[in-house]
């Protein structure tokens, strides 16, 4: 299959090792110059599991696409507040039968996609597979992973399965899922409270969910995401959620480990993905008529936060 | 008249300090024992607007107030956490006769004085005189200030106004007010916005007020002051409280300051008002069925920081 990744980070490097290593025929996409010249000289170097390996993949700065080449599947793994620009820069790879599969975390992706190429060519999934960078052209991959996907046009779950195929072949693990948004939403909702808190208070998950009002703001914040969620006729699990929560905070399993957005924050001075989380549900509840004021609050103090840091 | 200061820090000093040299009775009383010792020891020195003062005062430690004498006047100024406490050790200087002037930032004091005095001995009032340690026993005085006060049940206007005679006789600029509780909500209303988004976002005045999300903030946050005072009956003007706390940000005026609230915990590690600044709104629109997400989040935030930071 003729496969482009759009943002060729730790995760899109990932997804474009892996089906590339499986046969597939794949690009990669991105907007940073120094990774994109690190490639095209060295290939993409991969540590997998503790093995090296060196790739040549072609790779592609995004504002610069001249490519005579039509997509197949287009994997879009931008951080979310590039995404519309990313979209933008796809169009000279994009035909009518470009398929794009969404993997960033976060709600609402769709809208901005569905500017972009019809919704029935759009799919939606959610992935627990993780990397890291290392530096320039390199990643450290580890451990296992999944995801899930689905249409977002009814009529079209055949394509779906077919793209969760096509993965589970590079072993991606993709599987046809009958409800992504319920699996996106709950995703979020997990990361709507202890990514927001931590880099507030400058803690780990362990150490917010230590404290004595961790329970009661989470549960707020978990509330709001409910009555959105409800309203799309999605019904999340609040006690499942909160157990979830409890385990990342467990300092046994991920407790002393400060989330992605405290990184980007708070270590490397970049604006957050905080719009696409608990801005998400602020913007849906003022749509719905729901009031949100714990999202809006939350997602306004980390604006602060980020003009603060002068956050780029 | 007999004057006993409750709570002898910088503020309490100063006043301590003011009236003992217009002639009155005065005497301390305090619960930090170094302070005390200096004090017994060399004595209350004073730094008043650039000369230099060394009084002899009575000081005594709360725990032991083994005096044989009854205040006619007890001016509170402790911490607002600590006021509960006080109020028990001050018993044996109490007789029915006793007025008690609180002049603590905050709300709701008054409900807790009234557990230990009849309301009518209750004075409330509202201080813009400032006041700075320098260590144990020694205090700087500069600039100028005022005060309001009033007595809290009706038909007790006569004594408010003598004892703002008294204190006015002393130089500290003390007039009758008919409408305290309105001061005293628009201070809390000032206080309960920069206060706790300053310590939070650790930025100064200046700083926190040139965000971008800073003004839907203070907003959000003054409309539940307004909302909780009007069931009260007082009537917060919030586009003159929002004039004030932007004058607060101007870097020109006390822009590059840190709060109060930022200095007890941020720096010193230790607990902060929020009970009684956004925590007092909270409590007062639970009993009144008045929703107030934006006080309650904040004062919750502000706890998991006093934990973080194992506050004391």
């Known amino acids: 299959m003729k496969i482009f990744i759009a943002g060729a980070g730790a995760m899109g490097s990932r997804f474009g090792f892996m089906l590339h290593q499986a046969g597939n025929e794949v690009s990669l996409i991105d907007g940073w110059q120094d990774h994109i010249n690190a490639i095209i000289e060295n290939g993409l170097e991969v540590n997998y599991n503790g093995q090296e390996f060196n790739i040549q993949i072609p790779i592609y700065n995004q ?47 769709e809208d901005v996609i569905d500017k972009y190429l019809p919704a029935e ?3 939606l999934g959610n992935t627990v597979w993780t990397a890291g960078m290392t530096g320039p052209g390199k990643v450290k991959l580890f451990g296992t992973g999944a995801l899930e996907l689905q249409n977002i046009v009814p009529g079209f779950e055949k394509e779906a399965n077919e793209i969760a195929e096509a993965l589970s072949s590079a072993g991606l693990n993709a599987k046809y899922s009958d409800d992504i948004k319920f699996s996106v939403y709950q995703k979020a909702c997990v990361n709507g409270t202890m990514n927001g808190l931590c880099t507030l208070l ?9 404290t004595s009002t961790s329970k009661t703001m989470i549960w707020k914040i978990m509330e709001e995401f409910r009555a959105v969620a409800d309203f799309e006729n999605i019904n999340l699990d609040l006690d499942y959620i909160y157990d979830k929560i409890l385990e990342f905070n467990d300092i046994n399993k991920l ?38 004021p714990y ?18």
């Open 202 to 210: 400058d803690g780990n998950m362990n150490e917010v969910g230590a």
């Open 63 to 109: 504002k610069d696409l001249d490519i005579n080449s039509k997509a197949e599947l287009i994997i879009v793994f931008t951080k979310a507040m590039q995404l519309d620009e990313m979209m933008k820069d796809l169009q000279p790879i994009i035909s009518k039968e470009t398929k794009i599969l969404c993997l960033l975390n976060g709600l609402g992706h």
């Open 295 to 312: 999202c809006d609050f939350l997602t306004d103090l980390i604006h602060a936060k980020e003009d603060l840091l002068d956050a780029k």
């Open 121 to 123: 060519n759009i799919y």
């Open 255 to 292: 407790g002393n480990h400060y989330p992605s957005m405290y990184q980007d924050l708070i270590i490397n001075h970049r604006k957050t993905e905080i719009d696409y989380i608990n801005g998400a549900i602020s913007r849906k509840g003022t749509k719905y008529g729901i009031p949100t």
